[in-house]
């Protein structure tokens, strides 16, 4: 990939393009279209550019063309030729984001459980989630997960890693993934390698019987499971939706051979790109070999040779400068959850996000919704969340105090990205970058004309001002709409199902 510097751009824009690679016949770009799924190439006319490539900056009025799902030129008075012509003057052309850690599963049950209401969501959420599952069915979650990939892409999010904790059969793993992979969402399906429900509507249980189901270490079930969606669903090594695992929640307390060798050994011999986990204290009396021993269990991991540059963190809000530091050194990447963090599962026990002290110490780090159950949607929200509770934290403020907007916006594009592992592919806007763009308007009442590009987004952007995204090149919302989407319809249809899913919960009783 060629990377220019602004200057060498703006000698080249005035030249009259930097265009790399151009000219390609109508047959090969049918060609393109067709291998593409659809994407065509699109010449995005006279937009202002939040390129989030340092190099380049902010671009005042220029074209960018897309060709064959990636970026192929930037520059002013680009020659359209056979493209598709989006006319964005005045617009604000930004990268797609990235969402770093999601639990994609939970939109069908939005509202159900919110974070205003502390006790009942720190008491409700684990119950809530041990009832919904053994309920759901498979169909169920191939329509929350297609819904929760369409409205990730809605609000401007063309990247995510959805940690899959939900699905406690194969079949229900395999419908949630089909669905995401479906949604046209990039990004990581990370199948959680443990969960099981013995029980069902109708039934009564101790309630530590369903947490101990809930909290099992991984069996070979799970493991067939992951061998089905690499086979069946996400197999395609080139494709927008890759297989990630989520470590069991049983693995905290493990000896640290049987975790290497079940888990981790198991997920890199498959070829498993992505291992994440929920970094977040475990039992307290772990003994000496076994993970979770110290702290958060990294430097137990780091011991048995287990991290690395494939490794992601969810959360780590109690993760020491010591732990980050060793992150950064191997490699291990961080996707902190503002909004959910700042309010805990532990009614008014404040913790404090560490994505400022992990990006200051060196970590890859991005940011994520969490609970689409309990969070807004809008992820502009969670970007803004991200600086302000940095702002909030006396460990953190040093950090925010030298903030500009562009650091703030990083979170969930060029460092978003990389905390994804996707750094090589997406996050900045630049000739050969995936075209994984988002388009916003910029004339409603409150979108402030004046300030820097980034000044602008960071602050004052919304949901509602996204007008067209493309994933790969491929457009899926186009003027404020997503396109072939009949939200009316799937809406009645993810209530209808939250409505059944629930009365069959209800019939459950937790002793
Ligand atoms: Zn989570």
């Not at 192929?72 to 617009?91: F, P, Q, T």
């Not at 540059?309 to 959850?337: I, N, R, Y």
């Not at 500009?404 to 000739?431: C, E, K, M, N, W």
Request: hydrophobic share 45%; with cysteine.
């Amino acid at each position: 990939m060629v990377e220019l510097s602004r200057k060498e751009f703006m000698r080249l824009a005035a030249l009259g393009g930097a265009a790399a690679g151009l000219g390609l016949g109508s047959t090969r770009a049918a060609a393109a279209v067709a291998r593409t799924g659809g994407a065509a190439r699109t010449l995005i006319r006279g937009a202002d550019v939040l390129t989030m490539n340092p190099a380049l900056d902010e671009l005042t009025g220029v074209d960018v063309l897309i060709d064959n799902g990636k970026i192929a030129a930037i520059g002013k008075g680009l020659s359209a030729g056979d493209a598709v012509v989006v006319e964005a003057r005045g617009m604000i052309l930004i990268p797609g984001m990235a969402d770093g850690h999601r639990h994609i599963w939970q939109c069908a049950a939005a509202g159900r459980l919110v974070k205003t209401n502390v006790k009942e969501f720190a008491a409700g959420y684990q119950v809530w989630k041990m009832k919904w599952m053994p309920c759901a069915s498979a169909e169920d979650h191939h329509l929350a997960a297609y819904y929760g990939g369409l409205q990730a892409i809605d609000s401007g999010v063309t990247a995510l890693l959805d940690v899959a904790h939900g699905q406690q059969t194969a079949d229900r793993a395999l419908a949630a993934a089909r669905g995401l992979k479906e949604s046209g969402i990039a990004g990581w399906f990370a199948y959680q390698v443990s969960n099981r429900c013995d029980y069902g509507p109708g039934d009564t249980l101790p309630l530590a019987e369903a947490r101990a189901q809930a909290s099992q270490f991984t069996s070979d079930d799970h493991w067939q499971t992951v061998a089905r969606l690499q086979k069946e669903v996400l197999g395609d090594s080139s494709g927008l939706l890759q297989l990630g695992i989520a470590l069991s929640v049983g693995s905290k307390g493990q000896p640290l051979a049987r975790v290497a060798e079940q888990e981790f050994g198991r997920a890199r011999a498959m070829g498993i790109g992505i291992i994440t986990h929920h970094a977040n204290p475990g039992p307290t009396d772990v003994p000496p070999g076994h993970f979770g021993h110290r702290g958060l269990g990294l430097f137990d991991l780091h011991e048995a040779g287990l991290l690395g540059p494939d490794v992601h963190c969810s959360h780590g809000v109690t993760a020491t400068d010591d732990e980050l530091k060793l992150m950064a050194q191997t490699g291990v990447m961080l996707g902190a959850t503002a909004v959910a963090e700042t309010f805990p599962s532990r009614p008014l026990a404040r913790r404090d996000p560490a994505h400022g002290r992990a990006r200051a110490f060196g970590v890859r780090t991005g940011i994520g919704t969490d609970t689409p159950l309990s969070l807004t949607q809008d992820y502009f929200e969670h970007i803004r969340a991200s600086f302000l509770s940095l702002a909030l934290d006396p460990a953190s403020e040093h950090v925010a105090s030298g903030y500009h907007s562009p650091d703030v916006f990083d979170f969930a594009t060029r460092g978003g990205y990389d905390a994804i592992r996707l750094g090589d592919i997406g996050g900045t806007i630049a000739v050969g970058r995936r075209a994984d763009l988002v388009l916003l308007g910029t004339d409603r009442p409150g979108f402030p004309p004046a300030g820097t590009l980034a000044d602008r987004v960071v602050n004052f952007a919304a949901r509602t001002d996204v007008d067209s995204v493309w994933v790969a090149g491929r457009l899926l919302k186009s003027g404020g709409a997503m396109v072939g989407v009949d939200w009316r319809s799937l809406n009645a249809r993810i209530a209808a199902m939250q409505a059944r899913v629930h009365a069959a919960a209800d019939t459950i009783t937790f002793t």
